[in-house]
C-alpha cells in the first residue's frame, strides 16, 4: 500500500494559524473585537504584534538594492482595513469619486488619490468619527500583514497566479506560469485572502504608506520603525493591476511624490486599537 507524503508546509501553517488564535486570545481582545467595522462600513482586522525579517534574501527572483534584508519587531497590535478603500467608501467621506475606473462599480477600489489627498481623507474620518484614530500604515505594518508570517516572494508561496491577485499576468517572473492581463481595476475580494484575513495585498492597486522613503534599511534589527524623520518621498506597496508580477512581491518597494496621482493608486487605513 502506497505511503501517503507528510506535507510538513501544511503543518507549519496549521501550528502558526493555531499559535495566533492562542495569542489573540491572550492578548485582551474578545472574539467578536478582532474583526470590527466602522460607520462608513469599512472592515478591520486585529493584526499581531510581532517580529518578522522585512525585505528579500539576495537570492529573492525579481529583487532590488533597497530591499535589505533585516528583522523587525513590531510591539504594537494594530487593526489593518481588510480591503483597500472602496469608490463608495471615498464618496461617503469627500462627495465626489476621482477615480478612472469608475464603471468597475462602488465596490471597486478608489484610484487617482494622492498622498496629500489621503491625508485629507483620514482628517475628515477622523472628525467624523470623533476620534484620531485612523491612518496609514507604516512601511513595516504594510509588509508585516502582506506576509502574514510568510517569507516567500509572495504570501502565496514562490509565485502567485493571476486566480489569486490582480497584475499583468503576461509579464510572469521566470519558473512561474503565465496568465491574462486584466488591464484594470477588479472589485474588492475578488481573491481569496491571505492567512491574516486580508484582501489583496498584492496587485489591484498600488497602496499608500505614511512612511518617508529611505533608499537603505539598516542592517541592525530595529522596533516600530516609522521611516526618515525627514524627506518629501513617499513609499508605495502591494503593486497594481498594471504591474509586472515581480513588482508586486511582499518586499518590493515604490516612492512617488505625496501629489502624485495614478489610476493605479489607493490605499487601505490602519484604526489604532
Not at 525579517?53 to 533585516?70: F, T
Not at 517572473?173 to 492567512?195: I, Q
Request: some cysteine; overall charge positive.
Amino acid at each position: 500500500m502506497k505511503k501517503e507524503k507528510f506535507c510538513f508546509p501544511a503543518v507549519l501553517v496549521i501550528v502558526f494559524c493555531l499559535l495566533l488564535i492562542l495569542f489573540l486570545d491572550r492578548s485582551g481582545f474578545s472574539s467578536s473585537e478582532r474583526i470590527i467595522q466602522n460607520t462608513i462600513g469599512m472592515e478591520f482586522v486585529l493584526i499581531p504584534a510581532g517580529r518578522f525579517m522585512m525585505g528579500s534574501p539576495l537570492d529573492e527572483p525579481g529583487r532590488d538594492l533597497d530591499e535589505r534584508l533585516h528583522r523587525v519587531t513590531l510591539t504594537r497590535p494594530f487593526y489593518l482595513q481588510t480591503t483597500e478603500v472602496t469608490q463608495e467608501q471615498w464618496q461617503k467621506v469627500m462627495r465626489y469619486n476621482p477615480s478612472r475606473f469608475k464603471n468597475c462599480g462602488n465596490g471597486c477600489p478608489v484610484e487617482m488619490v494622492s498622498w496629500n489627498e489621503v491625508q485629507d481623507f483620514i482628517s475628515r474620518l477622523n472628525q467624523l468619527e470623533g476620534t484620531h484614530a485612523y491612518r496609514l500604515p507604516t512601511e513595516a505594518e504594510w509588509e508585516y500583514a502582506c506576509r502574514a508570517g510568510t517569507e516567500t516572494p509572495f504570501y502565496t508561496g514562490t509565485c502567485i497566479s493571476t486566480d489569486q491577485a490582480n497584475y499583468n499576468g503576461k509579464r510572469a517572473m521566470p519558473g512561474c506560469p503565465a496568465g491574462e492581463n486584466r488591464d484594470k481595476t477588479v472589485p474588492v475580494r475578488s481573491f481569496a485572502p491571505n492567512p491574516w484575513g486580508l484582501y489583496e495585498m498584492h496587485g489591484n492597486v498600488w497602496e499608500w504608506c505614511q512612511d518617508q522613503y529611505q533608499k537603505k534599511y539598516p542592517k541592525e534589527d530595529v522596533t516600530d520603525p516609522m521611516g526618515p524623520s525627514s524627506g518629501v518621498i513617499k513609499v508605495l506597496r502591494g503593486g497594481s493591476w498594471y504591474s509586472r508580477q515581480h513588482l508586486i512581491r511582499s518586499a518590493h518597494r515604490r516612492q512617488d511624490m505625496p501629489d502624485y496621482r495614478s489610476h493605479t493608486i489607493g490605499f487601505r487605513l490602519v484604526r489604532n486599537p
